[in-house]
């Protein structure tokens, strides 16, 4: 056996981890071959090659698939996976041996004095290793290769199916193209999925958290955005003018933690809303005042569906628009002292992109519609997908001036599904005896979550709603089915629970990421076959 002890799984977790697949790089694209190559080694895949594969997804990237089948036997679980990483300019002069896990905490510990307190807390009293992606989350790709190892030796009581993807920092296009595959492979062998069990590292939930989770779903997450459409004026004549910046920045001052936006379930909240981009659309200075502008704002949902999140946005917006057209009528009238004159009323639109839509088509007809989309998506250059949104919804604002001052509301990707199997019969008692199974077997008591709050593929291995629910978010996201999309259909056709037990690990996403390693390769390996095994053997 290759991967089983704890030096070989070090081993092969520093070699996943030395491959620096940061999403968008060609080392994501290179590593699914490294993947398939180790897996192959296997003597049950040199007997079914074609058992493992590098799928590849519309963009060029692959994501990795690799059966372990028992004769006669449907009951399976996916094991899955990302192998992208985030960037590592955060590591600064460390930045040379972000990949390299060894070489960097021997580093770490010959500058111990200058590490943050809780690192070196971390230092003293364990076992951790260093670098991008140790946590997050080469170890749990590190420790299904394990589990498909065993699998082979005819451990489980059932077939092991391991998906590992790319993009899930960013876009998620390997997960979200990896369903209708996995529903293909169903088919082709006869399979029956009983749960997709995930191993992200544990997330902390406040600074100083030592609790040990296990989650039975994932937090969903939308990007609600508004274009601001001010009105043009000169510096010298403002009054004459309505600035963009400032009604972006009253909506920010609107949403920004704004707490009846937080979702409670069973005692878990989400964080509130917070702004991921604010900025205007003009393209170089002049003594024009920037007219147009936008923000984009992380918020995550629960149990609301999207009809709850489109009117309190649209009600934010309402408040700032207020706010602005007081604050600039006050203004105005004080100016109005100094140089007489009859100010102007700024009352400001409130829409959805979706009835901004409508009023373009009545206006200005369908075709001179989709000439203009066509025009902005075949710019696309180097636009990312919010750049690309924004740039739909800003042209078509500008065809629609006449409504301006306005502000309008719409969606950019990505979007998480919230996904939650607390209720059903199998992830219950399987948690349960597990529980039971690491407070025997290793003084761990676990506190069950409903929801992963770190964001994760989890989302896309079913809905808790009808397809038809998300109409308020299709309707309003002007890059839907335009390069971006959700395979709804497949996905209600999916809907396996979901599960994630993962390793301990500190500061994802930052340079100071490490693993705990004794608890991944002593703990968890011991209690992850046991929790796969009950998955099979449970009803
Ligand atoms: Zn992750």
Redesign the pocket.
């Known amino acids: 056996m290759k991967w089983q002890t704890k030096e070989q799984l070090v081993d092969l977790l520093c070699e996943l981890v030395s491959i620096p697949s940061i999403t968008g790089s060609r080392a994501e694209i290179a590593l699914p071959s490294f993947l398939v190559d180790q897996l192959s080694t296997l003597p049950y895949f040199q007997q079914h090659p074609d058992h493992v594969k590098a799928n590849p997804t519309s963009d060029g990237r692959f994501f990795v698939t690799a059966l372990v089948k028992k004769e006669g036997v449907a009951d399976t679980i996916i094991l899955v996976s990302?192998f992208d990483v985030v960037d590592v300019e955060d590591y600064g002069a460390w930045k040379e041996s972000a990949f390299h896990p060894k070489k960097l905490t021997a580093m770490f510990h010959a500058h111990k004095a200058e590490m943050p307190t809780a690192v070196q807390q971390d230092m003293e009293t364990g076992n951790w290793l260093f670098g991008r992606g140790t946590m997050?989350?080469k170890c749990g790709l590190a420790l299904h290769m394990a589990m498909v190892e065993q699998a082979c030796h005819g451990a489980f009581d059932g077939n092991i199916l391991l998906l590992t993807v790319p993009d899930?920092e960013v876009n998620s296009v390997g997960m979200r193209e990896a369903v209708p595959v996995l529903l293909d492979i169903a088919k082709q062998h006869g399979l029956r999925y009983r749960t997709v069990l995930n191993s992200?590292p544990m997330f902390t939930r406040y600074p100083g958290d030592l609790n040990k989770y296990i989650y039975t779903g994932s937090i969903g997450k939308v990007l609600p955005g508004f274009l601001c459409y001010g009105k043009e004026t000169h510096v010298g004549e403002p009054f004459a003018g309505l600035n963009a910046n400032y009604m972006a920045s009253q909506l920010t001052c609107e949403l920004e933690l704004n707490t009846s936006f937080c979702e409670v379930v069973e005692g878990e909240a989400t964080p509130p809303p917070t702004n991921l981009m604010q900025k205007d659309l003009k393209k170089e200075y002049s003594v024009q005042i920037p007219h147009r502008a936008v923000t984009l704002f992380n918020l995550f949902l629960l149990e609301k569906q999207m009809d709850d999140v489109v009117e309190p946005l649209l009600q934010a917006a309402r408040n700032a628009a207020k706010r602005i057209t007081e604050a600039h009528g006050k203004q105005a009238g004080q100016y109005a002292a100094f140089d007489p004159f009859t100010p102007q009323s700024m009352d400001i639109n409130v829409l959805t992109y979706e009835e901004l839509m409508a009023h373009a088509v009545k206006v200005y007809g369908t075709e001179r519609l989709e000439r203009m989309q066509a025009d902005v998506l075949a710019n696309r250059g180097a636009k990312d997908d919010r750049d690309m949104t924004i740039a739909l919804v800003d042209e078509l604002a500008i065809l629609c001036k006449e409504l301006s001052p306005m502000i309008v509301l719409f969606f950019a990707p990505p979007y998480y599904p919230a996904v939650s199997s607390r209720k059903h019969p199998l992830i219950q008692t399987v948690v349960s005896e597990m529980e039971q199974y690491a407070k025997e077997k290793h003084d761990i008591t676990f506190r069950m979550q409903n929801y992963f709050g770190?964001i994760?593929d989890l989302s896309y291995v079913g809905l808790q709603y009808p397809a038809a629910s998300l109409r308020p978010l299709v309707a309003n996201m002007p890059l839907w089915d335009r390069g971006y999309s959700i395979p709804l259909q497949e996905l209600e056709e999916f809907d396996v629970p979901v599960l994630n037990v993962g390793p301990v690990g500190r500061d994802a996403h930052q340079w100071t990421e490490r693993l705990d390693v004794d608890y991944a390769f002593d703990t968890l390996m011991d209690m992850l076959p046991v929790c796969i095994q009950k998955l099979f053997a449970s009803v």
Do not use: R
């Open positions: 990302h997050d989350m899930e992200e770190g994760s």
